[in-house]
């Protein structure tokens, strides 16, 4: 007897038009979206810790997988090669490296400038008191980040070049090591790291960025992502825009939220940090990236970039591509 004459006949039939129908209509597939941030991706780290990403694409079938990184170069560098789709926010001196190194990115949102989100620090100590005092220096900053670009700035304003001092190129936690235990003069890092500073090793802020450098950062995605995915980051952009607005209406439920991710710190420290960062979420666009020049030209001058780029020869993603 066949294995067809043990079904009866309307349940043989009604099956095999389930499997015609499963066949012509395939489950859809799981989409991988692979996002790189760090300790300073504040609205990204946000939407991780509280699974609004999750939320909203996993029953669209995308399957979401988080990266934390030390600091912005590693992130885009790991973004160029593939290894993640998208990366949270990093300084806007990053993506100059990653252009000059040919990197095929896109940005697709930035937040406003924040100068006195970063900061060159001294111990209360130190006898230093005008920028032109960091000649000769041995100064702590992290290579290619946002700090790197206002030591630049920050020394020419006191008609000094970077040849004048002994850079210490350190990732933001060998930074904070190496100033507290005295083998640097000076350390120039960004927030929430210039708060921990001055709350925990009361160090002394012997410069910030207004005048100096705006500070401003840009979120990217690989440009390969960003064409087979505009939908996605069109829903990105908004929760992050969001979330900017929510940060500044709710400093103390955020900073409850964020102080466990930042080393365990206080609540006080994590308010203040955050209030040096406007967290607003803007459009990138290319007429907008006129300082992301000034900063490719500086880097250039002083023999630390290998070539010289176009700054406004990129990739943007405008938020109408995805609606």
Request: hydrophobic share 45%; proline share 5%.
């Amino acid at each position: 007897m066949s294995f067809h004459n043990l079904i009866p006949r309307r349940v043989f039939y009604s099956a095999m038009v389930l499997i015609a129908l499963l066949l012509q209509f395939p489950a859809a597939a799981q989409t991988e979206l692979r996002i790189g941030y760090q300790k300073s991706s504040t609205l990204m780290t946000l939407l991780k810790l509280q699974g609004t990403l999750e939320k909203e694409l996993g029953p669209q079938g995308v399957n979401i997988s988080w990266f934390e990184f030390s600091s912005g170069l590693p992130l885009l560098e790991s973004l160029n090669v593939g290894n993640v789709d998208i990366s949270a926010d990093v300084a806007d001196t990053v993506p100059v490296f990653a252009q000059a190194a040919g990197a095929d990115l896109t940005y697709f949102a930035r937040e406003e400038a924040s100068p006195d989100a970063q900061a060159i620090l001294v111990p209360q100590t130190s006898s230093l008191t005008t920028l032109a005092q960091l000649k000769g220096k041995r100064i702590a900053v992290t290579k290619a980040a946002g700090s790197h670009y206002f030591l630049i700035a920050a020394l020419a304003k006191a008609h000094l070049s970077f040849k004048d001092i002994t850079p210490a190129y350190l990732a933001p936690a060998d930074g904070r090591a190496a100033f507290e235990t005295g083998q640097v003069d000076a350390w120039v890092t960004w927030e929430p790291f210039v708060a921990s500073a001055e709350r925990q090793q009361h160090a002394r802020v012997l410069s910030q960025g207004q005048g100096i450098a705006s500070y401003q950062r840009y979120y990217l995605a690989s440009s390969t992502y960003a064409r087979n995915h505009p939908e996605i980051l069109a829903l990105i952009y908004r929760e992050l825009a969001k979330t900017g607005v929510w940060i500044k209406a709710n400093p103390s439920e955020a900073a409850a939220l964020l102080g466990p991710l930042w080393g365990n710190l206080d609540s006080a420290t994590v308010e203040q940090a955050n209030a040096r960062r406007t967290y607003q979420v803007r459009p990138v666009t290319r007429e907008g990236l006129h300082e992301q020049q000034q900063i490719a030209d500086a880097f250039f001058d002083a023999g630390l970039l290998p070539k010289r780029i176009d700054a406004q020869a990129v990739t943007i993603w405008a938020p109408t591509a995805g609606k």
